[in-house]
């Protein structure tokens, strides 16, 4: 059995006339809409008609959502950062849901390296502008009298980039190579107690299950894990550009 | 597509595989840092369980930190694996 292990397809591409493709859209993106969706229309229903008071478990919930990443914000940045809170919270529900979205049939958003790039470029644009607001301009441009902090503010965004990157799309490479084996073990299984040796389709019976196990770990575990470690490592380079 | 060009590609992919190979062999460093990163940790949360919070996340924080280079090993190897960036080097030169 073959194992192929894809980039994201083109969605919608727009040809010219001899059919070469002009402009194209990725899966990526198309499942990044599909992700944006979600977040809008939880957003939608857990903030509809607000009291003072609460009375709905909707409300309760979304007090909780937003009091933890207050208190999160808080503890890790200080009070005075407080206006990043919208932006961290926003990229942890993309990255965990874009993430998690493979456990219903998507390919991942964060197993393109265009989408975590995209993700570090904002997060890098953000450092520096906290670097310039509260150091000044001049005070930034002389960090770079040593050219050695080229390289560290360079990599600062390729390393978040690439870890989300690399941490997703391995998940998905193991799990992919496992569906694999097991469909050979289940065809090996069959020519055995049939006494056949062929190439013949059957119902792969081992990959009921067993791939899912793994899935706990790749999958979810993995996914929630790089998710925190990216906002929190966003959290802090903001908190040490602020210094 | 001439024979000689065909053994061509044929070291060309024989030696990407054998690279990507080599390349996960950075997955050992991770793997020890790590694991004494987890191990410190929990040396730690033994001898102080009043910040066991603290001390996981700066943990996970520190591990994922150090599993970067081992990271970057792995896209290495997806890149000699799958996107065969020596062979458009060969076509036609042979």
């Known amino acids: ?243 | 597509m001439n024979e000689a060009l065909l053994n061509a590609q044929a070291t060309v992919l024989a030696a990407q595989a054998i690279g990507a190979g080599l390349a996960m062999i950075a997955g050992i460093g991770p793997g020890i840092g790590e694991g004494y990163a987890v191990g410190k940790a929990i040396e730690t949360i033994g001898r102080q369980p009043e910040i066991k919070g603290t001390a996981t996340s700066t943990m996970f924080i520190g591990c994922a930190v150090a599993e970067t280079t081992g990271i970057y090993g792995l896209f290495v190897a997806i890149v000699l694996l799958w996107m065969n960036p020596f062979l458009k080097h060969l076509t036609g030169t042979v």
């Open chain 1, 1 to 243: 059995m073959n194992v192929e292990v894809q980039g994201p397809k083109r969605m919608i591409s727009l040809l010219s006339e001899d059919g070469s493709v002009i402009f194209s859209i990725s899966e990526s993106v198309v499942t990044g809409w599909i992700v944006i969706l979600i977040v809008l229309a939880v957003c939608l229903i857990l903030t509809k008609d607000l009291k003072k008071i609460p009375e709905t478990k909707r409300q309760c919930a979304a007090e909780f959502i937003v009091k933890t990443v207050n208190n999160m914000i808080e503890t890790n940045m200080g009070k005075d950062l407080m206006g990043y809170a919208p932006y961290i919270a926003a990229v942890f529900s993309y990255i965990i849901i874009g993430t998690l979205i493979s456990m219903i049939g998507f390919r991942s958003v964060t197993a393109d390296i265009s989408v975590t790039g995209g993700l570090a470029l904002m997060t890098f644009t953000l450092i520096t502008y906290t670097k310039i607001r509260y150091n000044g301009l001049g005070k930034y441009l002389l960090s770079f009298v040593n050219p050695l902090n080229i390289i560290s503010e360079v990599a600062t965004p390729v390393a978040m980039a690439l870890r989300l990157f690399g941490n997703v799309c391995g998940g998905m490479i193991i799990t992919m190579i496992l569906y694999g084996a097991l469909g050979s073990l289940s065809t090996i299984v069959y020519n055995g107690l049939l006494g056949l040796n062929s190439d013949v389709y059957y119902f792969n019976i081992f990959q009921i299950g067993i791939p899912a196990v793994l899935s706990i770990y790749f999958d979810l575990f993995s996914g929630a894990i790089q998710s925190y470690v990216f906002i929190m490592l966003t959290m802090a380079y903001i908190k040490m550009g602020k210094e």
